[in-house]
Structure formats: C-alpha cells, structure tokens
C-alpha cells in the first residue's frame, strides 16, 4: 500500500502534489474525492499520513478511556445494593471492555499494533479520557455515570457514527447502542434514589453537583482551545465542534434533570433564543489542564491499576501466543502433508 511519507511534524511542501509520486497524487486524488463525496475511506485506500495519524491518535485514545472508565464503576460491583444492580452493573462494565475491544481492532486497521497501543497506556504516555480521574465515592456516582458520562459519551459518539473513516464509524454504531442502555441504567438509579429516603435523595443532588462539570469537560477544551478540530472537521472525523456538542448535551441534562426533579448545579444555563444554543456557566479550564497532565484526584491510581492489570494477564497473553503457535505449527505440517501426497 503506497503512502505519503512526509514525516510527523514537517509542514507540507509548498506544491504537495509536485512531491508525490504519482501512485500517491492518485490516491490523494482518490481521497479528496471520497472526502468531498462525503463517503467512506477504508482500510486498503490510500490516505494521507496525517489523516492516518489523527485517527490513530483518537481511536486509540477513546479505546483506552473504555478500558480505564471501566475502573470507576468496577469499584462498585461487590457494592451494589441488589442482586439486580449487580448483575446490570457487571454487564455495563464488560460492554466498556467490549468498547474498547472494537476500538482497539479499528485503530489495528492503521497499522498499529494493540500492543504498541498498551504499551503506550501503560508507560503513562497515552491519553484517555478526563473523566475518568475522578472518584466514585456513593453508589448514586453509578447513577450519574449512567446519565451524564455516558449521556455525554452519546452526544459525542452518535456523530462519530458518520466518521469519514469506516472501521470507526462502523465500531461506533455498535457503541452507540450499548450506550443507550447505559444511559437508561444510570438516569433509573437516579430517578428511584431521588424519589427514596431524604438520604438517598441528597445523595443522588451530590453525584450530580460532583459530575457535572467533569462531564462538560469531556467534550474537550472550548473551540478556539482545540487544535485538533478545524482539521478533523474538514476531513469529516469529527461532525460537530467541541462547543457544539456540550451545548446540546446542557440542553439534554437541562430538561431530563426536571424529570429527576433534581438540579443542575449551575444557574447560568439558558437557552439562547437568539443563537439557538443552549449555554453554561463558566467551567474550571486549569482543572482541566491539571487532570490532562496527571494531576487529577485519580490519575495515579487508574494508571497503577491498569498496569498491575497488564502485569496480571500476562500468563494469558503468553499461553494465546503458544497456543496461536502451536495451531500454526499444525496447520503448516498439514499443508506440508497435503502438498507431499
Ligand atoms: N480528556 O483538539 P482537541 C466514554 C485532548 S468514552 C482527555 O479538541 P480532539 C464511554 C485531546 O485528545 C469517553 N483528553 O482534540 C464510557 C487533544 O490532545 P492530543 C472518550 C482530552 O481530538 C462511559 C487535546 O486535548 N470518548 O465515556 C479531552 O479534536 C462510562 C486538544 O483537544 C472519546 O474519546 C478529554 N476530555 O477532540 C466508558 C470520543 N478532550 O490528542 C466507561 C472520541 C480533549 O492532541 C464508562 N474522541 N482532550 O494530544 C473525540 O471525540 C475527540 O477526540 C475529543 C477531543 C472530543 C475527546
């Protein structure tokens, strides 16, 4: 498969195309025109190195936050308060590794290896979503991961559906579905713990007021802080800007939390009768920054359990392997018999 080579990093020469081969100018030319078609790049096209680098930087860092985000919910498995929520639970987190799985299988389809992917993660120097530094401290924290991490993981994902590139955009139609559900889980842990005791109705006004502006975050900085979205937008990864989506995802909890009949803690949000946009009140763009940097409340404590998790599994990677092995080793000495007779 021919590709442009032009090293990370490099600015592009003056006249691009003069510097491609013309297998390359073909499949520029290829690209462009799937692009403009508002169609599907796949796998086996040519595309520019750029392009497969973007994608590789934001599949594998969505695959990694469904592998870390399953962290903060296991936590409460051997807490649930039923049976019923247990078993939702268990099966919520298994559909988060599942998530990651695909995720991880798509971005394989770039040319990157799932284990150049967890090394990464392990080593401290892949990212993975923000929200998922942040602690689980009351059982209502299910609830409000329910409604609004993954509400917010729908608004963000159900545009990625249409992602330029197939292998993710297939992934996320999937993902998507199972995210629904996980909504639904969420904002009902919420609804029977608001209509509970006293107690159980401040505890479920504490996870909300906790995870509300952590979930904002997780669309990433404000527009003209994103300098990833102009490029992803103009090659069709991303649909909508980072603003954009936070705004309709504020419209969504502003009208579903009147159902909970809990609040919203911030009295800044108003629909905006003039831009049609739903607004919010300032958010905490040091904290952050902070939690990007490995500062967060749980930062070390994901990556430590991710790593001793990696550490863990590794007699299963070995026994695969072998396994994978001896099968293969079989299969050739059965060719080999095949081809002799
Ligand atoms: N956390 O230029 P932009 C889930 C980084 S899955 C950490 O705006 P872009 C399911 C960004 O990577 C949640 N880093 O970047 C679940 C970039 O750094 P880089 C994950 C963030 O790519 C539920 C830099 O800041 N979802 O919740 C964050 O255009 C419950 C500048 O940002 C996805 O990954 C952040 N919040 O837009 C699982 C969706 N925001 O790479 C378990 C796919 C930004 O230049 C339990 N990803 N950064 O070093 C996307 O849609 C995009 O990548 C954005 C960021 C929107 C996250």
């Given amino acids: 498969m021919a590709r442009n080579v032009q090293p990370a990093g490099q600015p592009a020469p003056q006249n691009a195309m003069e510097a491609l081969t013309p297998e390359d100018a073909a499949g520029q030319e290829n690209f ?27 599949i594998s860092q969505h695959a990694h936050s469904e592998i870390i985000g399953m962290q903060p919910e296991a936590n409460w498995i051997t807490r649930a308060p039923s049976l019923k929520r247990k078993s939702i639970l268990m099966a919520k987190v298994q559909d988060e590794a599942g998530h990651g799985l695909y995720l991880y299988s798509a971005a394989e389809t770039l040319g990157t290896t799932r284990d150049e992917m967890m090394d990464a993660l392990v080593a401290g120097k892949a990212r993975y979503s923000s929200i998922f530094n942040y602690p689980t401290v009351t059982w209502a924290d299910m609830g409000a991961i329910g409604w609004m991490v993954d509400g917010a993981a729908i608004c ?3 545009p990625l559906c249409r992602a330029s590139y197939g292998p993710y955009g297939r992934a996320m139609v999937r993902v998507c579905k199972e995210e629904s559900f996980h909504q639904r889980q969420g904002f009902e842990i919420l609804l029977e713990l608001a209509n509970g005791t006293p107690a159980q109705r401040a505890m479920a006004q504490d996870a909300v007021n906790r995870w509300y502006a952590p979930s904002l975050m997780m669309f990433g900085p404000p527009d003209d802080d994103s300098p990833n979205s102009k490029q992803s937008m ?49 958010l905490d763009w040091e904290e952050f920054k902070e939690v990007l940097a490995g500062r967060g409340p749980c930062n070390a404590q994901r990556l430590e359990r991710r790593r001793s998790a990696h550490a863990d599994g590794a007699w299963v990677r070995e026994a695969a392997a072998a396994y994978a092995a001896k099968q293969a080793a079989k299969q050739s000495s059965t060719n080999a018999q095949k081809a002799a007779a």
């Fill in 32 to 58: 462009d025109r799937i692009i403009a078609k508002d169609s599907r790049v796949e796998p086996k096209d040519w595309m520019p190195e750029a392009y497969r680098r973007s994608l590789v930087r934001q």
């Fill in 234 to 282: 103009a090659w069709n990864i991303k649909r909508f800007s980072n603003d954009e989506l936070r705004s309709r995802f504020v419209g969504m909890l502003a009208e579903q939390v009147k159902v909970l009949g809990l609040t919203l803690p911030d009295d800044e949000i108003r629909f905006n009768e003039d831009t049609k946009k739903w607004e919010h009140g300032p």
């Fill in 156 to 158: 963000n994902q159900v």
